[in-house]
């Protein structure tokens, strides 16, 4: 099983222009100082040095939200949510398929970007949500069971582990798909997430 262990300090910054930037080409020839900067394609195949760092940015950007939130109030957590949605998913090329942990029947599925920014901060009367990023985390595990990369799409699948700030862990199933966009960078396109199954 492969392992990526992470854990963020109370006061962790995100930078939404730094949140999935893919790196050059490995057989690219360096730029000489007077060719433009290296750009990756869009249909150049994913690394899983790149999904893990997409994933990073996400844990990141939720420990963020959170601590924003306690730190700032409800509207500054709303606007870096906001940033989060737009550096991170694709909601700008279509559909997203979103299925949040904690979301019920009409509004299970979020394919739309006001569905996102509801289910991590809530505000929104269309949707009976609380904030799933308001709830104080602090810091962040990941260990994925298995990354699959196909050319310029890749999914993984595994677990998180949320840790917030009483010390209380929540762990949830996690599989993200993701995508190139027109310039190069990450987007998640399939956000899937539950609770682990416990037998009676």
Request: cysteine-free.
């Amino acid at each position: 099983m492969r392992k990526l262990i992470l854990k963020t300090a109370a006061a962790a910054l995100f930078l939404p222009a730094a949140t999935i930037a893919a790196p050059a080409l490995a057989n690219q020839h360096a730029a000489t100082s007077s060719e433009a900067p290296a750009r990756v394609a869009t249909y150049a195949p994913i690394t899983v040095a790149e999904v893990e760092a997409a994933q990073r940015a996400w844990g990141d950007a939720l420990v963020a939200i959170s601590t924003t939130y306690d730190r700032d109030g409800h509207a500054a957590a709303t606007r870096l949510a906001g940033q989060v949605i737009d550096s991170a998913y694709g909601y700008a090329m279509g559909p997203v398929l979103f299925k949040p942990t904690l979301a019920a029947a009409p509004n299970t599925f979020r394919t739309t970007r006001e569905g996102a920014l509801a289910y991590f901060v809530g505000g929104n009367s269309a949707f009976p949500d609380t904030g799933f990023a308001l709830k104080h985390w602090r810091s962040y595990q990941m260990t994925n069971a298995a990354i699959l990369i196909s050319g310029n799409t890749a999914i993984s699948m595994g677990n998180v582990m949320l840790t917030d700030a009483s010390g209380n862990v929540t762990t949830v199933d996690k599989t993200w798909g993701y995508v190139r966009d027109g310039e190069g960078r990450l987007r998640i396109v399939l956000h899937h997430s539950s609770l682990p199954f416990v037998a009676n």
